[in-house]
């Protein structure tokens, strides 16, 4: 049954807006005047009021994207872990959408799950009916979704996805909350920067270009980057505001954005980082498909769709031709040089014992707490890292300082 949103007004006259399924946009203004509301505007649970669905095909109005959310990588990781519940538990499954639609959580929150609820009422597949919310419900979930109703556990795939989800969830609070105070520093550290530079470094050169003296190199160097700060802050903000916006728009291209992937994986340290990365969340994914039952072939593709890095998304899809002509698959990506050589063991183990699903996941244990020791080492550099550089910059501009005062007490006691 289809779903509709609403903006009606009470016996009080007080504004109020909700969803509510019902067979057509007239059965559903016929069902709230029976709950005595005055409706003001009904429009489909999708973004769009019936009317202008029908009218317009799939079009979508400026005003409908701007107006539509997606639910986010919080919010889904909480419908997962609750829908997975309710689906043990042996509840179907439009029954246990609305029922979480029902439970609360922000308005987006409840029309998408609705929407998604009327689709599957209608007969569609859970994976079919979250096709129509690809920002909602990434590529590889549905994927992953698809895969469990093909194999009949779907509650159990959704529950590998909602660990998964945690976990990526728990790892990203983690950094964001250890990046906070580095952050501040960082901040802190430039206006002292820029403040010096801006003000003090101008007046103590004044001082001593009054004089005449011949000033040491280190000094000149310092008050030639001062004036040009200052003549030049508004051409250095321009410039941000320009490259900033075209960096983005830029990254946004295809080509573009697979030859910066590429270039930051051949990066030292940082590159070995982010294939490692890469490789973990792979392994992850290929854990959880083909444990639900996926060919392999797809589970490849679905992997691929899960990664935003561009090169090693070419590099999978270059994986799946040579594992579709018959290639053993850790062959395939031992050929592609990016995975790590313990990763590629585990493989192949799986492959000779045929518990592929289970060598993948636990490859992905192995590789993730790696990655989790890397970060908590380089998050613990961070601090020190920068506080030493801007100890290292206080330094030379106070010594650029010092030097000509010096220089003055050396002619004076000369």
């Known amino acids: 049954m289809p779903a509709f949103e609403y903006e009606a007004l009470d016996t009080r006259g007080k504004k109020s807006k909700g969803l509510i399924t019902a067979d057509s946009e007239l059965a559903a203004r016929r069902e709230l005047r029976g709950r ?13 009021t019936p009317a202008a669905a029908a009218a317009g ?23 997962t872990r609750q829908l997975s519940s309710l689906l043990g538990a042996g509840m179907p499954v439009a029954e246990s959408l609305g029922l979480l639609a029902r439970q609360g959580g922000r ?64 790892v990203r609070n983690r950094i964001a909350g250890a990046l906070v105070y580095p952050a501040v520093l960082s901040v802190v550290a430039a206006g002292v920067v820029v403040t010096l530079m801006s003000f003090v470094v101008p007046r103590i050169a004044e001082q001593f270009t009054g004089m005449g003296m ?24 321009a410039g941000v505001a320009v ?10 291209q295809t080509a573009v954005r697979a030859a910066f992937d590429g270039a930051l994986a051949r990066m030292p340290l940082i ?15 290929m854990g959880i498909l083909v444990e639900s039952g996926s ?11 899960a990664t935003g890095n561009l090169a090693f998304r070419s590099r999978i899809a270059a994986v799946v031709k040579d594992v579709e002509t018959g290639r053993g698959l850790s062959d395939a990506l031992r050929a592609r040089s990016w995975f790590p050589s313990l ?72």
């Open 36 to 48: 005595a509301l005055a409706p003001l505007a009904i429009r489909s649970a999708h973004g769009r």
């Open 57 to 79: 095909g799939d079009r979508v109005s400026l005003t409908d994207r701007l107006r539509r959310q997606d639910l986010s990588s919080r919010e889904l990781m909480l419908v």
């Open 107 to 170: 308005h987006h929150m409840k029309r998408v799950l609705m929407a998604v609820r009327a689709r599957v009422s209608e007969g569609e597949r859970l994976s079919a009916a979250m096709d129509g919310f690809p920002a909602s419900f990434p590529a590889v979930y549905r994927a992953m979704v698809a895969a469990g109703e093909s194999a009949g556990g779907l509650e159990h795939v959704l529950e590998r996805l909602a660990d998964y989800l945690e976990k990526e969830q728990a």
């Open 214 to 237: 011949n000033l040491p190199l280190l000094t000149r160097i310092m008050i030639g980057l001062s004036a040009g700060l200052q003549a030049g802050w508004p051409f250095i903000l």
């Open 243 to 252: 490259l900033v916006p075209a960096a983005v728009i830029g990254l946004r």
């Open 271 to 285: 590159g070995s980082f982010v294939r490692k990365v890469e490789a973990a969340r792979f392994a992850r994914t």
């Open 295 to 305: 060919v392999l072939p797809d589970a490849l593709r679905a992997s691929a769709r």
């Open 343 to 414: 990763m590629l063991f585990m493989i192949a183990a799986g492959e000779r014992s045929g518990a592929l699903g289970e060598m993948f996941r636990r490859a992905a244990d192995q590789m993730e707490q790696e990655i989790d020791g890397a970060v908590s080492v380089g998050l613990n550099l961070l601090e020190p890292g920068i506080i030493l550089v801007l100890g290292l910059v206080v330094v030379v501009i106070v010594l650029s300082i010092l030097l000509p005062i010096l220089q003055l007490n050396t002619l004076a006691l000369g």
